[in-house]
């Protein structure tokens, strides 16, 4: 007797009849064979039902089942089948079948991979015979609407079912829909082919160079069209136009690119623009005038930048003219190339350091010779800066606000000041409004009797210490060990930075750094420090960080020398305004939270974390997931104020340094209500006040 196969279905009939004698054998072994092994006279004779098998074949296959090395064998199998914790009920019915019965009473659209999971877990009446697999389906629903709701985003083999099993897809088969069926064909996947290391430097490089091309063109553009503006203004002798930014554009922040964001909101950058715009538009003879008055617009005192090379007026002569400034008793002026040459008012930082080489600057070096300044008034916004920090802050208007270095014999100190000259008529006006400026400047000072009851007695005690302590531009250091960030690197804190914490203001980068200081000593007592991790944010920062491949290499690096299974988090601030994100690169699954509720749709950061995660992969020559996942934390309780954005993230770092189980993303993704007290935030500003006295006040 024989059979005609065809040639195409040979393999598929072979691997049947393979598939069903090892059943056979199988049921035999676990049947008639088991059960009764402490019983040889009921194994001396084949079983009734299947006559056919002869007696000498079946003594040597009991013999077989029965041997030492087999019952190995059989244990091993059955702990192996123990662990499927959600086993199907169809019996011999197949998936193929349960969809062709499905099909009658349930939408096709309806019949997904993890809705045919489901059903094939239950009973005729709809039933779970596991509370687990009852569980699992629960969580599928769950995600169900979520992905409906636009909570949630899948993609290819990632999709509903295995972010619910938590396992990722075998290559080979395909849960839920039954066998015969790749994840190649099932998922419409492109095959793959593995790239070589030479091919993937190649593409970065590209990439690279692309970038790089695209802003030196935005760049150049912009620079001849401000010089085309100037050149048509003083040829007809018009006023050079300064436009108001978009309703809910975020305008470019005064400060370090570090702060927090003040002026997020639509009404906040609509009369930051007017504040700049309008004065501007006055005649030439009223510049002095102008600074004060918008000096005394700013709430916290700070210099509003008007560049002096603005022809305001047919009557300038030189477009970057700078006008005459008068010296404060704490500032001083820049010169480039020679001392007559003055671009900028600043003022010096005193740095508690024993020789300047051991200082940095935006993580270069400060360099002998050289001061650190803070820029708080351009003379001349387009003169370039004696030591540009990457091709971030290249020029003098770049700088206002943050830290730089600058050479020592070209820093102008204001001379002392022993008579004081009476006013005269015309300048009396004048006069009066810097007293009055003057007098309201304090943006540093704390009126401690004026502080409300509640106030927090550690913040008084900080802020008392660093009164005294931090006076005159003095600062005290820390240091960022490897065993928390990563990398050994010195920050300073400054008076500006104990002020800011203590009035709710805008936080910068060294503040974030000691809480996450703080928190990891929290980690290593719960002993969970090995669980957690934290990135440098002056690693990743927009401004003053690096490129973005810079960026993501910085983040590749934390990952790669970490504990495995790690997550980190990553305080990151767009140059106006901080948020968190925290990243588990084993698992390629990102939780992004936006104190101001706001979903992270592409851009800068997104590239920055998805090639760092990239990157990690190819030094571990892992192939990684085709798409990484993002989690949008909605839930989050959201800021109150436009500044207080620093104090909100640091609040939710607590929150997940505090969960022992790390089930942030489940109490956080879903929107919900959840606001914090001001005595949730206190509790955080408390902490960091503790901390800081105790371990670095002297």
Request: aromatic fraction near 8%; charged fraction near 30%; proline fraction near 5%.
């Amino acid at each position: 007797m024989a059979f005609e196969v065809p040639p195409e279905a040979r393999r598929m009939v072979l691997s049947s009849a393979s598939h069903k004698w090892r059943e056979f054998k199988s049921k035999l072994t676990t049947q008639y064979i088991i059960p009764h092994k402490d019983e040889p006279e009921l194994l001396e004779y084949p079983p009734a039902d299947y006559n056919f098998i002869e007696k000498a074949h079946w003594d040597i296959f009991v013999a077989d089942r029965l041997s030492d090395e087999f019952m190995e064998v059989h244990k091993v199998q059955k702990r192996k089948r123990e662990k499927n914790k959600y086993p199907h009920r169809m019996s011999r019915k197949g998936y193929a079948n349960l969809e062709a019965e499905l099909s009658e009473s349930v939408p096709e659209s309806e019949l997904d991979r993890a809705t045919m999971w489901i059903k094939a877990r239950q009973d005729k009446h709809g039933n779970f015979k596991d509370s687990e697999v009852e569980q699992k389906a629960t969580e599928i629903d769950k995600l169900k609407k979520q992905v409906s709701d636009g909570e949630v985003t899948t993609c290819g083999t990632d999709d509903v079912l295995t972010k619910a099993l938590g396992i990722p897809e075998h290559h080979g088969r395909v849960r839920g829909v039954g066998g015969n069926i790749n994840p190649s064909s099932y998922f419409n996947l492109p095959k793959h082919r593995r790239k070589t290391v030479e091919e993937r430097i190649r593409e970065g490089c590209k990439k690279f160079i692309e970038e790089e091309t695209e802003k030196i063109v935005a760049r150049e553009r912009a620079m001849w069209a401000e010089r085309l503006m100037r050149v048509e203004a003083k040829l007809y002798g018009t006023t050079i136009p300064i436009e108001s930014p978009p309703a809910g554009h975020l305008t470019k922040e005064l400060g370090s690119g570090q702060g927090s964001c003040s002026n997020l909101k639509e009404k906040t950058t609509m009369q930051r623009a007017e504040e700049v715009a309008n004065p501007a538009k006055k005649r030439l003879e009223l510049v002095d005038d102008i600074d004060e008055k918008i000096e005394e617009q700013n709430g916290r005192g700070l210099p509003v930048e008007v560049e002096a090379g603005i022809e305001v007026a047919a009557t300038i002569d030189h477009v970057h003219a700078a006008p005459t400034e008068e010296l404060r008793p704490s500032e001083c002026k820049l010169a480039l190339g020679s001392v007559d040459n003055i671009v900028a008012i600043a003022s010096v930082v005193e740095v508690q350091d024993d020789k300047c080489a051991n200082q940095t600057v935006h993580g270069h070096p400060l360099g002998e010779g050289n001061v650190r300044v803070s820029i708080i008034r351009p003379l001349v916004p387009e003169a370039k800066l004696p030591f540009p920090v990457n091709d971030e802050i290249v020029y003098v208007k770049d700088a206002v606000g943050t830290y730089i270095a600058w050479p020592r014999d070209l820093i102008l100190q204001s001379p002392p000041q022993t008579d004081k000259k009476q006013p005269n008529k015309a300048a009396g006006k004048g006069s009066k409004k810097r007293k009055k400026q003057t007098a309201g400047d304090e943006e540093e000072y704390i009126d401690l009797k004026k502080l409300p009851k509640d106030y927090p007695s550690p913040l008084k005690c900080l802020w008392l210490w660093g009164r005294d302590k931090l006076a005159d531009g003095k600062t005290i250091s820390f240091m960022l060990t490897d065993k928390v960030f990563g990398i050994n690197r010195k920050q300073y804190l400054y008076k500006g930075d104990i002020h800011a914490l203590c009035t709710m203001s805008e936080l910068s980068c060294g503040v974030i750094c000691m809480y996450m200081c703080y928190l990891h000593e929290v980690l290593k007592k719960a002993k969970m420090s090995d669980m957690v991790g934290f990135v440098d944010s002056h690693q990743i920062g927009a401004l003053g960080c690096g490129n973005i491949l810079e960026r993501s290499r910085h983040l590749s690096v934390r990952f790669t020398n970490a504990k495995k299974g790690q997550i980190f988090m990553l305080p990151y601030n767009a140059g106006k305004h901080w948020m968190l994100t925290v990243v588990n690169p084993e698992e390629e699954i990102i939780y992004f939270m936006d104190p101001l509720r706001r979903r992270l749709v592409g851009g800068e950061w997104q590239i920055i974390v998805e090639n760092g995660i990239k990157i990690y992969n190819a030094q571990r020559n892992r192939s990684g997931r085709k798409s990484i996942t993002w989690h949008n934390m909605g839930g989050i309780p959201v800021q109150q104020g436009d500044k207080d954005c620093g104090i909100f993230i640091m609040r939710y770092m607590k929150e997940i340094v505090n969960d022992k189980n790390l089930e942030f993303a489940s109490k956080w993704q879903r929107r919900s209500d959840l606001v914090y007290t001001q005595k949730d935030l206190d509790d955080v500003r408390s902490e960091w006040a503790r901390f800081v006295m105790k371990y670095h006040a002297t």
